[in-house]
Every structure is written in structure tokens, then in C-alpha cells.
């Protein structure tokens, strides 16, 4: 029977799983379009439609992969038993499955709801079937091989002969229904296997115990033309053959037949059935230490971000004329940020994900922050770590792969391709989730979590998968997910909230992950330490616009508990150049300096301010001007500067036959600190407004790597009124209505889309105006499903059919009650 019948009632025919799928409440429905929003990308049309997406290869596989390892037993086990070739009914019911188990009702119970709500099964009275495409997909559920009858059907007539003969059992036309069938009769009785097995002998016992358990194939050679009569069977192997016990599948392959191996099995599905996940085991630090350490890791992220962006600002990397970053970058990025290259390719690619970093041109562009990066940098720490940490978490992108070798030996760069990996945002959360579920004081090793992930999709294991898991657990101490090993607080509050809503962590009002990260994180501080050496210590976080400042006119000499800032003659005259003055500087600094300013830096500040700007550069091609004569008398001596060719146009005017860009770099160079200035006089700092690059999907790049979302409550609300009504009107006998008197409503259009969109929600009928593409106006009766694209797709009572009405052409919209 196919899955996708459509038929709306039994009427004394075989049940359907279409049928089931009607029958199923609105409550039912929503929740499978939340455990699979695949099957509403787009609504199908009507239940027939939605089973037959239901019931797509694919669509299984996706869900399939999904299932833990006892899920997946008790799909096998009713795949295995349910299957009609055995003899009997269609379906399994629930107490011969839980006997072939030896399962808990409790937990049989439990995996059947699963399995029910994902509509892998469904229910045919008091049996459960498997929906029919899983045949196909388990081909060898539970190890077994296929069904007697199945594997019978393809033996030559006269091979068949010799089995029923053996057994005892009528040939040829006098058999009832083929010797296939009766073949299949005698061996699905115990008594009439155990006569056959006997007929084998005890030497034949451990060819059928190496199949028993599965592979239920095995290599014979010449196994297809093996299996006379059994009187001249010279070896165990052809007795069984002989007897039907074993069946050649082809030239040198045998099959244990399933009913031959359940039989040997005591009517076991498994040797193990694993109900419960295997126990996690590590170690045992003492919660503060966690707290403080995973703490301290987020804030270590956020800070190297920041970090990152801010130089990148000054100095962006080139994009590689293949995409991505180049190496030499990124170990510059490693040894600024004082770490190693996979750290940093992780903070790279994690400020990608967030939307804080873009290409300003994909083909020799540059990496530049976004404008969102001047916003993240303002918000509280708390929310800046949620948007770095739910970005990794969404992004299909695995840093940890940087720098390996693609199929054809090519080295894979951080930004570019080769580091997409569609599974890995489900894998990262199957690891928070297997992390958040360890009891408070176990700091879970690697080996447990791979265990437990092993029992929680068995179908993903491989050495990909592998590589996924260890990568996720070192990113997640390097995010400040984990601290020891063991999930943080903030690390469990996260992984509880993450699907309660449909608005994204970070532009939530409030938060219990950010709320309890908040309380570790170190306030931000309004002082630094200034010393005599020309050295200030920040010992924890500073206020961002102490940060900023302190960073344009200091330079980082060292990170970590604090930060130690040093002040030099370039740094001062970097700020400077940006517009700020001796003055301000000072005032700055003995604002937010916990002890008194020392002499030699209020020296150092002035010594430059007064040598800053002596000279001034403008275009001529260029000259120098200078309000002291005897500066322009010493550079105009200086034998460095012979190849700027300047000569003397006034006192106080030297010209050159240089650019100004050249100029003003030579004079640096020398230790002249110009100025430019405009033609009007005026100075021109060189200080220039912070680049950005345009703002970029957070992984506009994968985008068709990215699997559905699950639609919030409403939309999937929405999907059962269309799906619904779609059915009502394919299933239902179609009686036109006639459409009320009167000229067709006329309506604002926002009043129109507004009224439409209400009906759809509440599933009311209403009378609508609409001009056919000739211009003809009519009235319809319609009952709205969706509005969307600029087409209301309805139940048109009026034609008694489905239609697309372009919304732009309905002219009005009335209740029927006001009509």
C-alpha cells in the first residue's frame, strides 16, 4: 500500500498512512513541523502532498539521523517484525516488540511517542508500522537478511523443488500456492526449523551461528549452483542450502533468511539493547574554579576580537585572489594577540559569523570590521559574548580545520573554502546539550562525551564526525563555554534558552546565560596605573572610551590578567595626528590615572606636541612652511634630505620637487614630524575616519549549506489552516456557492492585507472584490490560507477550487456577517 494514498476514509479498505496523518489533531500536526520544518519548506498543498514529502528518502534520512540508539532499535525491531512477507499482517504490536526487545515499557513507550510524533511510524488499529520507504533504507534492520518469500521469489523453479523435496513438502503444481510459499510456511514454524536444523546435523550449527547475530550474508563459492538433493550433500554448507536454510543470493553470496535467524536467536532482536545512554565519567573541579576559568575565557574572547577588529581597522589583510586569509596574516594576527594560529582563526572566524567582519571586495578587497562592530564594541560584555557565542554556535564553519589539506593536497585558508561543514552547528549542540547534562560537579572527558554522542546518533559516527566533536569541545573552552572541561553556569542557563524563543540571545531584554556571566565578569575599570617607566596598567577591563583612547595613544606591550600599555615618542604622535593635543592628553591621563601623572611622560607628551606640526606641507609640488627659519635653515643643511631637492622660496617657505606623500614620509623618517595643511592654511590632521567594510550576512557564504529552520508556534499554526484547507478542498465534494448581492467591497489596500492576514489566522471566510487579468470584476467567497510573495493562496467557495489571487488585483475585502 502506498503511503501517499490520499483517500480521505477507510471505506472498508486497507488503512493508509496519508489517512493517519489526516486523523492527526492540530496540536499534532504543529509539533511535526517543529521536529521536521523540512516538510513545510514550502506548505505543501494538502495531507496527500505532506505525506508524500513525509515519506521522501530524503526527508527520512535527515530524520533518521536524529534518532539515538535506542530509537533507532525499536525502529529496526518494527521494520524487522512488521514486514508482511513474513506471513502475517502488516505491523508490529506493542507487546510482541517489547518481548523481542526486553525493554522497559516505560522506555519502549517513550521511543514509540518519538517515533509517532516524527511520523517514521504510524498506527494501524493496535499494530505500529513503520512507514514504507524504511524498508528500503534498513535493508538488514536488526542484522537480519530479508524475509524468506523475498529471497525465494528469485530461485529457478526446479532449485525450489529440491528445498520443498528435502523437506518433505509437495513440488511443482501440487504445492499449495508454489513451493516458495510452502518453503516459506515450513521454515516460519519453530517446529518446522528445528526439524530442518536437525536434518543439517550439529556439524552445520556454526556456519548458521557466524550469520546468526548479522551480517546476515555470507561468501560461498559456487553457491548458486550448490544445494542438490539433500542424500548427496557432501558438507555442512550444502545442507543447509539443500534444506533452505541458507539461500544464494548470487554467484559466491548466501543469505540467513530472517525468520531462520530469529528463530536462532530465541526471538531476540539484539544481543545488547541500549536503553540508556552509557554514563559520563572526568574529572572533578571545585565549581568556583570553573566559573572563574570559563569566565575569564569569554572575556579573553571578547577582548581578542575587539582587538582584532580595532588593528584590522588600521592595517586590514588583503583577501587572497582565491578567497580567505593568507597565512602570513594570520600568524601576524596569532603573534599581535599573543596566542597561537588556530585560536586566532577560531576569533577570526567566530567575528566573521557574528556579522562583525566582512570583505570590503571579494576579489582584492580588504578584511574590514562592519559597522555592527562599532555597536557590539558599546554593549555590555555579556550581551557582546552571546553574539560571538551564538554565531559559532549557527555558523557552519570549523576553524579548527585551518591550515589541513583539502582532496587535492591544497592547504585550507581561515575566510576561505574547504572549512564549511554542514553538520557541524548540530554536532556543537549535541555536544553543549551532552555537557549541560552532566551532573554539576564532572568536568566530562573526551572519550565519555564521544561515548555518549555515539549512543545519541549512532548514524553520524565516523572519523568526520569524530573530528567534528573534538573540534567543537576545544572551541567551547576557547569561547569561554567551559572552564576545566566542566559547563560553566552561564554555559547550562545558555543551552535551556536557546529554542525558548524565536529572537536571537543577544537582543533579548534579558537573559539568565547573560545574567550570570555578568556576575563573573570583571566591571569595568575608569583608572589605570600610570608609571614612571612610561608604562600604565590596566588591571582588568577598561570603560570603552578610556579603552579606545588609551589605545591611540599607547601602545599594548603585554596582555593577560592585565594589560600593560607603553607609551612611546610614535604612539604620542599618533594621537596627536588624530586631532588630539598636548593638552588633552595630559588632562586624560591625570583624569584616569590612580596615582599622580610622573614628570618624565608629562615631558615626553610635550617634548613631542611642541615638535609636532613645526612644519607644514602643501602642494606646490610640493613646499614646506615653517614659522621658525632656523628649521628650515637646518633641514635645507641637512645632507640626509639632499635627495627631497628642496630649495629656498622665502625665509619661511622651502619647495621640493617631490609629492607630498613622499615628502611628509621622508621628513618622518628623519625626525621632522610635519604636518600637512590645506590651501587655505588650515592644518590637515592625517588622523582619518575609522574604515568599514559593508555589512555581510553572518554566513552569507554558506548560506546553501544551511538547513531549514524550525518555524516558530504561529507559522506552524499557520502551515496546519493551509495544509487543512488545501486537503478540505482536494478531499470534499465541491458545491459552489453563490456570491452575495451586490457590487463586489472596495477597500484601502492596508486595510485589505491587514483584514486577509486576520482571516488566514483565524481561519474565517470572507467576500472579496477581484479584477481578472482582463480587467473583469467578480465577487468571490474565499477562505484565506497565506499571504505571502504578494499572492493569497484561498478556498475560493465561489468555484469551489483552490486559487492564487495577485493581491494587487483584489479590490476590496468584506466580512460575510456585514454583507
Not at 327 to 338: G, M, V
Amino acid at each position: 500500500m502506498d503511503d501517499a494514498d490520499a483517500g480521505r476514509d477507510t471505506g472498508g479498505r486497507p488503512p493508509t498512512f496519508t489517512a493517519w496523518l489526516r486523523n492527526r489533531t492540530d496540536a499534532q500536526l504543529a509539533a511535526l513541523f517543529a521536529l521536521r520544518p523540512d516538510l513545510v519548506t514550502p506548505v505543501p498543498a494538502d495531507i496527500a502532498a505532506l505525506a508524500s514529502r513525509a515519506t521522501a528518502r530524503p526527508a527520512v534520512l535527515r530524520v533518521l539521523d536524529r534518532l539515538d540508539r535506542f530509537g533507532l532499535q525499536v525502529l529496526e525491531g518494527l521494520v524487522a517484525l512488521g514486514d508482511e512477507r513474513l506471513g502475517g499482517a502488516a505491523g508490529v504490536e506493542r507487546g510482541r516488540l517489547a518481548a523481542a526487545l526486553g525493554a522497559g515499557t516505560d522506555r519502549l513507550d517513550e521511543a514509540v511517542s518519538g517515533l509517532l510524533a516524527g511520523a517514521l511510524v504510524w498506527e494501524d488499529g493496535p499494530r505500529l508500522r513503520p512507514v514504507s520507504i524504511l524498508g528500503d533504507i534498513l535493508r538488514t534492520p536488526a542484522g537480519l537478511g530479508q524475509p524468506l518469500r523475498a529471497v525465494l521469489a528469485e530461485r529457478p523453479a526446479d532449485a525450489l523443488d529440491r528445498v520443498a523435496g528435502a523437506l518433505g513438502l509437495g513440488t511443482g503444481r501440487s504445492a499449495g500456492g508454489g513451493p516458495a510459499e510452502s518453503i516459506a510456511a515450513a521454515l516460519g514454524d519453530a517446529a518446522g526449523v528445528d526439524k530442518a536444523l536437525d536434518l543439517a546435523g550439529p556439524e552445520a550449527r556454526p556456519v548458521l551461528d557466524r550469520l546468526m547475530w548479522g551480517p546476515p550474508q555470507g561468501t560461498v563459492q559456487g553457491a548458486s549452483d550448490r544445494g542438490g538433493a539433500l542424500s548427496a550433500a557432501a558438507s555442512p554448507i550444502d545442507r543447509l542450502l539443500s534444506l533452505g536454510l541458507l539461500v544464494p543470493t548470487a554467484a559466491d553470496t548466501v543469505v540467513l533468511p530472517r525468520e531462520i535467524a530469529l528463530h536462532l536467536r530465541g526471538g531476540a532482536l539484539f544481543q545488547q539493547v541500549e536503553a540508556d545512554p552509557p554514563r559520563l565519567t572526568g574529572a572533578q573541579p571545585s565549581a568556583g574554579t570553573v566559573v572563574r576559568t570559563a569566565a575569564g575565557q569569554a572575556f579573553t574572547a571578547m577582548r581578542s576580537v575587539a582587538e582584532l577588529l580595532e588593528r584590522w581597522a588600521e592595517e586590514p589583510p588583503g583577501v587572497l585572489r582565491s578567497g580567505g586569509l593568507g597565512a602570513r596574516d594570520l600568524r601576524r594576527t596569532a603573534r599581535e594577540l599573543d596566542t597561537d594560529e588556530t585560536t586566532a582563526a577560531l576569533f577570526v572566524e567566530t567575528a566573521r559569523a557574528a556579522g562583525l567582519l566582512a570583505a570590503d571586495d571579494e576579489v582584492g578587497g580588504e578584511w574590514l570590521p562592519t559597522p555592527e562592530f562599532d555597536l557590539w564594541r558599546e554593549a555590555p560584555g555579556e550581551r557582546r559574548w552571546l553574539r560571538l557565542v551564538e554565531a559559532w554556535l549557527r555558523s557552519p564553519r570549523v576553524a579548527s580545520l585551518c591550515g589541513t589539506k583539502d582532496s587535492r593536497g591544497r592547504s585550507r585558508p581561515v575566510l576561505g573554502e574547504g572549512l564549511d561543514r554542514r553538520s557541524a552547528p548540530e554536532v556543537r549542540l549535541d555536544v553543549l546539550g551532552v555537557l549541560a547534562g552532566a551532573p554539576e560537579d564532572l568536568a566530562p572527558d573526551e572519550e565519555s562525551v564521544a561515548a555518549r554522542l555515539a549512543w545519541l546518533r549512532p548514524r553520524r559516527q565516523g572519523p568526520a564526525y569524530a573530528e567534528l566533536v573534538s573540534a567543537a569541545l576545544n572551541e567551547a573552552a576557547l569561547l569561554g563555554l567551559t572552564g576545566r572541561g566542566a559547563p560553566a553556569p552561564h554555559t547550562r542557563a545558555l543551552v535551556e534558552e536557546l529554542d525558548a524563543e524565536d529572537v536571537p540571545l543577544a537582543e533579548r531584554d534579558t537573559t539568565s546565560a547573560g545574567e550570570r556571566l555578568a556576575a563573573e565578569l570583571p566591571e569595568p575599570l575608569e583608572t589605570v596605573l600610570v608609571q614612571g617607566d612610561l608604562t600604565a596598567v590596566a588591571p582588568g577591563p577598561l570603560v570603552p572610551q578610556l579603552a579606545r583612547e588609551l589605545a591611540l595613544a599607547a601602545d599594548v606591550e603585554s596582555t593577560g590578567g592585565a594589560t600593560v600599555y607603553r607609551f612611546t615618542e610614535s604612539s604620542i604622535r599618533r594621537a596627536l595626528d588624530a586631532g588630539r593635543g598636548a593638552d588633552d592628553l595630559i588632562a586624560l591621563l591625570e583624569r584616569h590615572s590612580s596615582t599622580e601623572l610622573p614628570q618624565p611622560l608629562r615631558y615626553l607628551v610635550n617634548d613631542v606636541a611642541r615638535r609636532h606640526g613645526r612644519l607644514r606641507i602643501g602642494t606646490a609640488s610640493c613646499y614646506l612652511r615653517c614659522d621658525e627659519p632656523t628649521v628650515l635653515d637646518e633641514l635645507s643643511g641637512d645632507r640626509r634630505a639632499a635627495d627631497l631637492q628642496l630649495f629656498r622660496l622665502a625665509p619661511t617657505v622651502v619647495a621640493s620637487r617631490s609629492t607630498r606623500p613622499v615628502l611628509m614620509g621622508r621628513l618622518e623618517e628623519l625626525g621632522y614630524h610635519p604636518v600637512a595643511e590645506s590651501a587655505d592654511g588650515t592644518v590637515q590632521l592625517t588622523g582619518t575616519a575609522a574604515r568599514r567594510a559593508a555589512p555581510a550576512s553572518a554566513a552569507s557564504a554558506s548560506r546553501d549549506l544551511d538547513e531549514p529552520t524550525a518555524p516558530n508556534a504561529q507559522l506552524r499554526l499557520a502551515a496546519v489552516r493551509a495544509v487543512r484547507a488545501g486537503d478540505e478542498a482536494a478531499t470534499t465534494a465541491r458545491r459552489p456557492v453563490d456570491a452575495p448581492d451586490g457590487a463586489p467591497p472596495r477597500s484601502p489596500t492596508n486595510a485589505t492585507l491587514t483584514a486577509l492576514s486576520e482571516a488566514a489566522t483565524q481561519g474565517r471566510r470572507v467576500w472579496i472584490g477581484y479584477l481578472d487579468p482582463e480587467g473583469r470584476a467578480s465577487s468571490r467567497i474565499v477562505e484565506p490560507a497565506r499571504v505571502e510573495g504578494g499572492f493569497l493562496t484561498a478556498y475560493d467557495a465561489t468555484r469551489a477550487a483552490v486559487h492564487r489571487f495577485a493581491v494587487h488585483r483584489i479590490t476590496g475585502i468584506a466580512d460575510l456577517d456585514a454583507s
